[in-house]
């Protein structure tokens, strides 16, 4: 009778026999790729196709081609088993390209099949979804003139459940995604995939080929304009929509009008942090139903909205950053902090030279005669008005001490 332990150790000895066999065996082994071409839409063999392997070995890659026989069968061999080596298939049918990639061979598999159904294509819409929908708001580009302009990015994460490629119709053609822009957009720029194009008739863009199944990442910016306080980025999903993200920089003060957005966590992206509001949890949105994604400012920001943009237009964004570091309006109004915010500007006044003490200094001049012509105009309310005029007095004041203090008088 053998013992548990001595079979285990014959276990033991046939395993590493067998490994130290296997890595002879394979050196000798070449392997096979082949299979099969199906028009899915005819359902007929394809037959004189080229098919393309790709050989990835580290770098390296190499390629070989070949075609299908009259049965739409394709063959490549004496290929080398190498755990550092995989294949890939390509062919491009009908306009459509179809890839299969990550392909492994090895002594246990040396033979692997592949066989390809293309050329069909779907418009069955409800296997299609957007898992998540991102819209940033940010400043514009730079030099862009301080008219009321920021730039969006959109980013669109679809997933194509169908087995065959989607295509849905747009007009009189057929395309894979399109979507609306604002009517003032400008400035229009596609990220992904680099084919997206734009519709002047009516502002779409359009991802013209179709969609494969599986993930497809949709992303695109342009520059858009806030007026009268407002911004309206809304538009009727072409798909089901899962979660939407408005994700705002910090300093512009925006923030989504509708009821189905829940602030959340500020998040920091590339060294810029952003308010983040997402749809509320379970909110989807159906296949052509219209989402509201107009953004307002609050009451309360009106007051440092029209500061930032007329101070940035005096000074030709010299006092952005600054403007910016002074923008909360809902400070309490004791006097340790007046004191605080005094002595911070201070400090900030100090690292500045002699040039800039003047360019800010004409600069709260200029806008303190700005705030008095609003308030004339009712533009502005009192209680926005006085708490302005006296901030920037109080500025002002500073910057005139500095003044003093360099023997500027």
Known sequence: MIRY???NGILIAIVAIFLLISPIYSQDEMGVIHGKLIDKQLNNPITNQPVTLSIHKGEDITQQD????????????GLSIDATTH?????TYNEIEQTEKDIMLSTFVPTVTVDMNIGGKSDDSSKVHIKSYTLVIGPPPEGHPPDGAISIIEAFDVENLNELHFQMEHGNKEVGFFTPLPRDF???HPHAPADLVLDPNNNNIILPKSIPPGPTQVGFTYVTHVHNNKVDLS???PFQTDQITLLVMDGI???PLSKDFLRTKSEPI???VYNAYRTKPNTKFLEGNKVDLRLGIPKEGIGQFVFIAIASALTGGFLVAAIFMLRYSRRPSSKSVDSESLQHEVGWLRKLNNDDIEHARTARLEFITILDELHEKDIISERIYNRFRKEQTDRLTEILDQRTERGLE
């Open 270 to 272: 590339h060294n810029r």
């Open 5 to 7: 332990k001595n079979y």
């Open 87 to 91: 294949y890939s298939i390509t062919t």
């Open 253 to 255: 003060n925006l923030v």
């Open 235 to 237: 538009r009727r999903v």
């Open 186 to 188: 400008e400035a229009f």
């Open 66 to 77: 070949t075609t299908t026989d009259e049965e739409g069968i394709y063959r490549f061999e």
